[in-house]
Each structure stands twice: as structure tokens, then as C-alpha cells.
């Protein structure tokens, strides 16, 4: 490990907090203005939803870079370079003259963003006493959380009253503070492995993966297209297949694969990246991308107000986390994640059946207990999954997990976008869904969340009867 001062911890601590605040605060703040930007560039939901799969799944990529970068390079020089991406796609969402070059700004933004949450992380592991670790972990985890609850009501405050353009701009008058902040990080001497090893990052391997997901989720999007859509969408999945087919046999050859094949066939390290893969997918893929939709599309309700009615949400799974955490070290992970999914499914279900009424706080309650459900199948999933990992592949192995967890919530927006305009398009005259369901378009879109939720419950449920395999999860 390489040591730093104290005085250089705590500058280290305060800028990557402060980063960490401002990256996740601009991730939240999209969420609320949505409606507004479909009613400005008068598009689809199911384009819609690329704002929030974009950024994700760019995000979701970099963080698997970033991890491995921090290993290979110093700190300083890509804390800088990424700052300055995330700033310039700032710059590009908030003069977009149009929907795809605010997808592109996003995307950009997310090259950048997604060097804090990894840079954040392992910082703190290169340069801090493993007993000074788990409060500075605490305080970056507590930046986070504070990032998640802040940007619903920032951004509802500032949409409503200086339009969703505003939001890229004040964020880049944060990022040009936190630039001038780059000195207060740690100065590291510089060493001959950092020479000629930018091969490790596996950058061909990323771009496959990146452009044959891009390509699989655009071709949902053309589906609700009319006249030659179909034929975009073939040929879009196609490509997308094509480009998965190369990149198995990419993995399979490359000497530093940024994805291990091998891991994704240990049952246990799959089984937890499925669940948080779900978990992800539901809960920032699906309700808080569709919950501002319901809201703004059924009853009209401002983006100050939805930002309100996220934002305990939010805090509710910085406040829990901790707790989670703790209970599934006390009781095992099988016990947490039963209870989590457990409680997920009850508030998608509350949700399809009473939530679009005038009572905001019944609304709010219920992503409150959602946002608790998932934070107890987030813990419980990492700790699964962290099972089949070693000393040597520890940090590989989770960087896939976060990987296949952040890729959750972008084809989760994706799909769920795309349902929305699908049913929309079914509805008749007489406010009927296919003729038949008097409820909804989104109380469908619930129903259908919280049957997805039952896949993984249904497997753990199947787990439980085999005392062995809970045995060995619970031991860990």
C-alpha cells in the first residue's frame, strides 16, 4: 500500500467525497425531468428511456475500466481527464439542439462520471490504513447517499423553474471546482509498470461489449416505430449478435480480458449478479424512470413535486444500506435477500394497485419501503457473489458484478420504455388496455415489475430446500 499523510488523507477524502456528491446528484436529477424533456423534443417514451440507458450503460462500462486504471496509472492525471469528459458532456447536454445530441452529451458525461464511484473506492484502498478504511468508506458511501436524496429536489426545483438545460450547467460550474481542487490529491512517483501496460484495460473487449448492447436496446426502441422500423430493428439485433459472437471469442483469447468467462459460470457469483441485475433493473431501470412518467402523464404533477416525493426514497437507501449490511453479516445473506425481495414485491404490488390516486405521501411511503427492499438485495446480493471470489481475482471478479449491476438499470429503462409506448398504442377509445383492462398503462407496468421480482424469489425459495448450499452461503 502506499502511504500518504494525514493532511493528504483528509484532502484526498474531501475532494473525492465532494466528487462523489456532484457525480450521483447529476445521475438523480435526470430522472425528475424527463416528462419535461419528451414534451420539448416531442418524442417517444420508448427514446425517452435513452437518456437515463445511455448514461448507464456508458457508466456501467467505465467503472470496469476506471477500477483497472487505478491499478495501472496514477491517480491525478485520470482524475483530471475523466473531470474534463464529464464536463464537456455537461456542456453538450446543456446547449443540445436536439434529443440525440442530448443522448451523446450523456453518454460523454457518463465517460467522465464513472471514474468517480471507482476512483473513490480505490483510492481509499491504495492510499488509506486498513483501520482508517472503514470510515472513509462510511463518509463516501454517506456522499452518495447525500448526492441521491439532493438531486430529486434540486432538480424538481430547478426544471420547474429554469428548465432541465439548467441542470448540466450548474453541474458544470461544480466540476470546474472540483478541477481547481486536483491539487489537493496525493503526488505519486512514477514507476515502470505504468509504462506500455494500457493493453491490460482491454479496451477492444469494452467497445465490443458497449456497441453490441447499444445496438440489442436500440433494436426494442425501433420496435415501436411505424413504417420500416422492423427492418431497423433486425438489423440493429443482428449486428448486436454479431458483435457478441466476436467478443466471446475476444474474452476467450485475450490474455486480459476485462470479463471472465469462468466467473460467470460459478453458481453462486452468477446467481447474485442475476438478482442484482433484477434489483437494478426494477428499481432505477423501472420505478424511477416510470414513476415521474405516471406522475407527470396522469395527474399533471409538477417536477418540484416529484422531485419531493423521490428524494425519501433515495435517502431511505443511504440510511439502510449500513443496516443491511450489518443484519446480513449477522443472519447471512439467504435470510436478507429472501426478506428484501420479499418486501420489493409488496410495494410493486401496493404500487400497480393504489398509487395513482392525489395522495403524494401514500406514493412516496411506498418508494420509501421499495427503496429498503432494495437495499437489503443489494447487500445481500454483493456478498453472494463476493463468495466465489479469491485473493487474486477479488477485485475483478466485483468490477464484473458492478458491471452486470449497472447494466441492469439501463436495459431496465430501455425495456421499460418501450412496454409504455407499447401499451399506450393499445389503448382504445374507451380508456381500455387491448380492449379489456380498464386499469392504467403504468399500474400494468407495476404488476409486470413485481412478477419479474418473483424470478428471483421463486429461485431463492428453491435454494432454501437445499440446507447445504444455505449452509455454505450463510458460513460466508
Known sequence: MKTISKTNRLSLMIVLSFAAFVSVMNSSMMNVAIPAIIKDYAIPTSFASWVITSYVTVFALGTAIYGKALDLFKLKPIFIIAISIFGIGCLMCSFSPSYWFLVVGRSVQAIGSSAIPALAFGAVAKFFPLERRGISFGVISAAIGLGGACGPVI?????????????FIGTTCLLAILAACHRLLPDEENTPSEKGRIQELDLLGVLLFGTAIICILLSISFLQLESISNFYSLISISFGLFLFINLVSHLKKSSHPFIDIKLLNNSKFAKGSFTAFVGQAIYLGGLLFVLPLAMSDQYGINEDKIGLILAPGALAVACISPLAGKLTDKYGPVAILFSGLLIFMFSMFFMSIYSFNHNLFSISLTVVIAAIGFAFIMSASAVIASISTTENNG?????????????????????????IEFLHSHVDEKGLVFGIFSINVYQIIFALSC????????????????PKITAVLDEH
Open 155 to 167: 432538480g424538481g426545483i430547478v426544471v420547474s423553474t429554469l428548465g432541465w438545460h439548467s441542470l
Open 395 to 419: 477485485g475483478t471478479s466485483m468490477g464484473v458484478y458492478q458491471l452486470i449491476l449497472f447494466m441492469g438499470a439501463g436495459i431496465g429503462a430501455c425495456i421499460f420504455g418501450g412496454l
Open 451 to 466: 412478477l419479474i421480482v418473483a424470478c428471483p424469489f421463486l429461485i431463492l425459495v428453491k435454494e432454501l430446500r437445499a
